[in-house]
């Protein structure tokens, strides 16, 4: 028969068992439980063609997969420029913007990897060691005790689980890895970005090349037909001013080649700097001229649906969309209670040897609940923020997009007026050169006025520099039409090796620095 006492008792040596074995059991038919807003991409209404008045179709980023976008990786290389084409792979090595994405990358990769962690108990240990002596003790009798020495020996261990019943560190987790999604996209926008520039520059600094060897040639021919004018001065068959005018037209010609140069220069320094370099390392490289880049056409532009695919700076937005909608259950959890399970064992010992065997051995285990009951609205109002912040990135998102089809659109007309242009422009050339060529030989002969050769010899000039201009623009509109398309880098990226590399073993601080913190301090 059991005493009243002890009947008495057992429910309450029993309860915190029951506590905790029914948090256990509620973590465990919550444990898929997470409040806050499910995350699906949005659907966007997007047109169904290029260039086209038919009706918009919606899409999203998920959808899009069904429907591949053009290959466009390595898209330089239909430029058939081997020089770029080495220039594209230092600059992916070397270049800073790009160092700067990778790092980011590694920081939110190891924020994910902490949010991550938070799912799971954590585990700690301690020891201590302790020596000491109580001293003498002086009864009221006269007697004295002396204690002597005595050593302390104790090791513990500490564990501590949250449960995350609501699913605050879930939110927090998923939005971490949205976020290391986001800094992936912001690292290949960047290389995009990246060999667009460098492409650019490429091109703009072999067209100033094109154009000051054109100068150069231009004053050449226009000091040759000076010199017949003087000749025919002196020989009485042309005045003065004939003469005048054909040197001053000669100088002025020559007067364009430093500004060409200068530009020139310009771009080969960009370019070094592109390449994580000095800007004069390029100098040697590029002082030998080589043709303006022509592009094989035309490009594969897919539907306009591609562009939440293929765009990086598109699926940037979307994943931080993503992001700050699982922030919106982060916050939306902390209006809840919060679990947690927490225990620790103790043991002491006056030998260490007796640590495990002849040791005073003290453990605990149990629930802690944290309820909020009164925050004067500071926690909804967090939920409101979060909120605001992932309508913020929504608009965001959908701006980008918006962006990315009118970047196609643009690039797309001027592409195709330049090569109209171009062709007109190259006819133009090509008339003005036989005039240029008749009229001098007419001049010679003296059927003609010298005025008629100036201005041939001035508009043939204007038309081949204007030409060699049109080439340049199609070269880089050819580039931009393919960053707008989302074309880019698609080889591997290192992104785990840092840049600085530390030595994170102890060390002990010399004297010298020691002394010196003391001077300063």
């Not at 002491?348 to 605990?364: E, V």
Request: hydrophobic letters at 40%.
């Amino acid at each position: 028969m059991t005493s009243p006492h002890v009947a008495a008792c057992r429910p309450y040596r029993k309860s915190p068992l029951l506590l905790v074995l029914a948090a256990v059991l509620l973590a465990s038919a919550l444990g898929g439980c997470a409040v806050g807003p499910e995350y699906e991409a949005p659907l966007l209404m997007v047109p169904a063609k290029w260039g086209s008045a038919q009706p918009s179709v919606a899409a999203r980023s998920a959808q899009s997969r069904d429907n591949q976008p053009p290959q466009l990786g390595r898209w330089w290389e239909r430029l058939n420029d081997k020089a770029l084409n080495r220039l594209v792979e230092e600059a992916i090595a070397g270049n800073l913007d790009v160092a700067t994405a990778k790092a980011r990358v590694r920081a939110a990769r190891a924020t994910y990897k902490q949010a991550v962690a938070s799912l799971f108990p954590t585990v700690t240990g301690s020891g201590s060691y302790t020596r000491g002596q109580d001293g003498s003790n002086v009864s009221s009798g006269g007697d004295v005790t002396v204690t002597g020495p005595y050593d302390s020996y104790q090791l513990g261990v500490n564990a501590s689980w949250e449960l995350d019943l609501f699913g605050a560190n879930r939110r927090a987790a998923e939005a971490a890895k949205y976020g290391l999604d986001a800094s992936e996209e912001s690292l290949r926008n960047t290389l995009l970005t990246l060999v667009g520039d460098i492409a650019t520059y490429y091109v703009e600094a072999r067209g100033y090349q094109a154009r000051i060897a054109l100068a150069r040639r231009t004053a050449t021919s226009q000091r040759e037909t000076a010199a017949l004018t003087r000749r025919k001065l002196e020989a009485g068959s042309a005045s003065a001013v004939d003469v005048a005018n054909a040197e001053g037209q000669a100088a002025g010609t020559e007067a364009n080649i430093p500004a060409l140069r200068s530009s020139y220069q310009q771009a080969v320094n960009r370019l070094a700097i592109l390449l994580g370099a000095p800007p004069s390392t390029l100098n040697a490289r590029m002082e030998r001229s080589a043709p303006i880049p022509s592009p094989r056409l035309p490009v594969p532009r897919g539907v306009p649906a591609n562009v939440l695919l293929s765009r990086p700076d598109v699926r940037m937005a979307e994943r931080q969309l993503a992001q700050y909608t699982a922030q919106i259950g982060q916050a939306q959890a902390a209006l809840y209670p919060d679990v947690s399970l927490s225990g620790n064992i103790d043991t002491t010992g006056s030998k260490f040897g007796d640590l495990g065997k002849s040791s005073s051995i003290s453990w605990s285990f149990g629930p802690s609940i944290s309820v909020p009951i009164f925050n004067a609205g500071q926690l909804q109002a967090a939920v409101e923020y979060a909120q605001a912040q992932r309508d913020e990135y929504f608009l965001a998102y959908r701006s980008a997009v918006l962006t990315a089809l009118e970047d196609v659109e643009n690039a797309s007309v001027a592409l195709q007026q330049e090569r109209l242009k171009s062709g007109s422009l190259a006819a133009s050339a090509s008339s003005y050169r036989q005039a240029a060529t008749l009229s001098r030989a007419l001049y010679q002969a003296g059927s003609t006025s010298f005025l008629d050769v100036l201005d041939a010899e001035r508009s043939l000039y204007s038309a081949e520099d204007s030409a060699l201009q049109s080439r340049v623009a199609i070269a880089t509109d050819y580039v931009s039409l393919n960053k707008a398309l989302g074309g880019g880098w698609n080889g591997a990226v290192d992104t785990r090796t840092p840049e600085v590399v530390d030595d994170m073993g102890p060390r002990f601080v010399s004297s010298d620095w020691a002394k010196r913190f003391l001077d300063t301090n």
